[in-house]
């Protein structure tokens, strides 16, 4: 089963009163390349957090993110009185009072409004309390976007199958139309021979020669072998329940390579229409493989 890289997941799981908060999207990337959000308290977890999303994402952008929604309950603070900078503000006040002779008249109140002077801190939360809470979400989460991208791999799997049956149907035409390209290049060279030399009698022997040099030349059974052969291996992948997306990737780009090659040495203009509408469907299929996983 293919997956798509595009989709949306989310997850919640309550605890405590606190509800948590999972969101993830995921688009096309040549890579595994994850960026997750969290609140300052819980960063200490990033790490094992992303350990977990690329367990269940082998490939493109992932953007995760994780909230904490407390609701009514005040969150706890302590407050912390920064010595250092009320020193630093007296011995200012005293300069200039000594200074300009003026009274050093600097009220509690102004000074606690003093930026800085009294730090607010929010309690740090229990992690190990709250860990299986946020993984919880974020399993929920990825099962979610997991549906999805399996829906979207789905569709495109359907796709795949009904470009890969024109692609075939069509080096089988041109498989069929193979045997027929010597035959016609001896008829349409004795045909030119006998305009050009008129009386002057045929030599068999070198127009045997030449067709046989030109059915070397264009044989092209070596190129449909490999690219029905690479068509075959296709299909195995879609069944495969890993990422596979590079490797169509590459098979798409041996099979154009395979009906370049074949167009080059047929020679035919028949066939040459032919790998042009093949070369269509390839395109679309690569299209589509840019956001398999």
């Not at 190990?128 to 929920?140: I, S, T």
């Not at 059915?215 to 075959?232: G, Q």
């Given at each position: 089963?293919?997956?798509?890289?595009?989709a949306?997941?989310?997850?919640?799981?309550?605890?405590?009163?606190?509800?948590?908060?999972?969101?993830?999207?995921?688009?096309?990337?040549?890579?595994?390349?994850?960026?997750?959000?969290?609140?300052?308290?819980?960063?200490?977890?990033?790490?094992e957090?992303?350990?977990l999303?690329?367990?269940?994402?082998?490939?493109?952008?992932?953007e995760?993110?994780?909230?904490?929604?407390?609701?009514?309950?005040?969150?706890?603070?302590?407050l912390?009185?920064?010595?250092?900078?009320?020193?630093?503000?007296?011995?200012?006040?005293e300069?200039?009072?000594?200074?300009?002779?003026?009274?050093?008249?600097?009220?509690l109140n102004?000074?606690?409004?003093m930026k800085?002077?009294?730090?607010?801190?929010?309690?740090?939360?229990?992690?190990?309390?709250?860990?299986?809470?946020?993984?919880?979400?974020?399993?929920?989460?990825?099962?979610?976007?997991?549906?999805?991208?399996?829906?979207e791999?789905?569709?495109i799997?359907a796709?795949?199958?009904e470009?890969?049956?024109?692609?075939?149907?069509?080096?089988?035409?041109?498989?069929r139309?193979?045997?027929?390209?010597?035959?016609?290049?001896?008829?349409?060279?004795?045909?030119?021979?006998?305009?050009?030399?008129?009386?002057?009698?045929?030599?068999?022997a070198?127009?045997?020669?030449?067709?046989?040099?030109?059915?070397?030349?264009?044989?092209?059974?070596?190129e449909?072998?490999?690219?029905?052969?690479?068509?075959?291996?296709?299909?195995?992948?879609?069944?495969?329940?890993?990422?596979?997306?590079?490797?169509?990737?590459?098979?798409?780009q041996?099979?154009?390579?395979?009906?370049?090659?074949?167009?080059?040495?047929?020679?035919?203009?028949?066939?040459s229409?032919?790998?042009?509408?093949?070369?269509?469907?390839?395109?679309?299929?690569?299209?589509?493989?840019q956001?398999?996983?």
């Amino acid at each position: 089963m293919i997956k798509s890289m595009t989709a949306y997941g989310r997850g919640e799981w309550e605890l405590d009163g606190k509800v948590f908060t999972c969101e993830i999207r995921t688009v096309n990337h040549r890579y595994r390349d994850i960026h997750l959000r969290l609140p300052k308290n819980f960063q200490p977890l990033e790490e094992e957090l992303k350990a977990l999303i690329a367990a269940r994402i082998g490939r493109g952008r992932v953007e995760a993110s994780l909230q904490v929604d407390s609701g009514d309950e005040q969150l706890a603070y302590h407050l912390e009185l920064n010595e250092a900078l009320v020193k630093s503000y007296m011995n200012i006040f005293e300069a200039l009072a000594q200074e300009f002779d003026v009274k050093k008249d600097v009220s509690l109140n102004t000074l606690c409004q003093m930026k800085d002077v009294i730090i607010y801190q929010p309690d740090p939360p229990d992690l190990d309390h709250m860990r299986p809470a946020l993984y919880k979400a974020l399993e929920l989460a990825l099962d979610s976007l997991d549906s999805m991208r399996a829906r979207e791999g789905e569709n495109i799997e359907a796709d795949f199958r009904e470009r890969l049956d024109q692609i075939e149907n069509v080096i089988q035409d041109i498989e069929r139309l193979a045997p027929q390209l010597v035959d016609e290049y001896r008829a349409n060279l004795r045909e030119k021979i006998t305009r050009l030399l008129q009386d002057v009698e045929l030599d068999e022997a070198r127009l045997a020669q030449e067709v046989a040099y030109f059915a070397e030349r264009s044989d092209i059974t070596e190129e449909i072998v490999r690219t029905k052969s690479h068509l075959a291996q296709f299909r195995e992948y879609l069944s495969a329940n890993e990422p596979i997306g590079r490797r169509l990737d590459f098979l798409l780009q041996e099979i154009n390579r395979e009906v370049n090659t074949l167009s080059t040495k047929a020679a035919n203009a028949t066939i040459s229409k032919m790998v042009v509408e093949v070369k269509g469907e390839l395109e679309r299929l690569r299209e589509q493989a840019q956001n398999v996983e």
